[in-house]
């Protein structure tokens, strides 16, 4: 093989091993979140629900407190057109007024009607009488 070519092959190589590494930066970046303290734990009261932010002001989300030492949260946007949800407790589903989305309060699965997607989950740790968010399981 020339040298010319050869150059222009290493040159070729190298130049798509750093646009992928950017990409892999880019979209590590993109999917990073803050871990954030979203409420106390005598915040909520068992079978309880509150309105939280995570992981910022603009992405509402349920927490809920189903049983002892159990913490949820999920998404308060609906997958299919980011109308926000209701928690009907009675039902243990979120219901969307817009299109007729139904989510089970459960684990975020799409019960019925158009929504492509589950509802995002907030990953939460308890550390002490604080719920953490920690990141956002997309499924």
């Known amino acids: 093989m020339p040298r010319r070519?050869?150059?222009?092959?290493?040159?070729?190589?190298?130049?798509?091993?750093?646009?992928?590494?950017?990409?892999?930066?880019i979209r590590a970046r993109k999917n990073s979140y803050p871990v954030k303290v979203v409420?106390?734990?005598?915040?909520?009261?068992?079978?309880g629900m509150k309105?939280?932010?995570?992981?910022n002001v603009e992405h509402p989300c349920f927490l809920l407190h189903?049983?002892?030492d159990t913490f949820?949260?999920?998404?308060?946007?609906?997958?299919?057109?980011?109308?926000p949800t209701f928690y009907r407790p009675e039902e243990h589903i979120f219901a969307c007024p817009c299109h007729g989305g139904v989510f089970s309060a459960v684990d975020g699965s799409v019960l019925g009607g158009p929504p492509p997607k589950p509802l995002p989950r907030v990953r939460l740790e308890l550390r002490g009488q604080d719920l953490v968010a920690t990141g956002m399981d997309q499924t």
């Open 5 to 25: 070519q050869f150059a222009k092959y290493f040159t070729a190589a190298g130049l798509a091993a750093t646009l992928g590494g950017l990409i892999i930066f």
């Open 39 to 47: 409420a106390h734990v005598g915040d909520i009261p068992l079978g």
């Open 51 to 55: 309105i939280i932010s995570y992981p």
């Open 66 to 68: 189903p049983s002892d």
């Open 72 to 83: 949820l949260a999920f998404s308060r946007l609906c997958t299919h057109a980011a109308c």
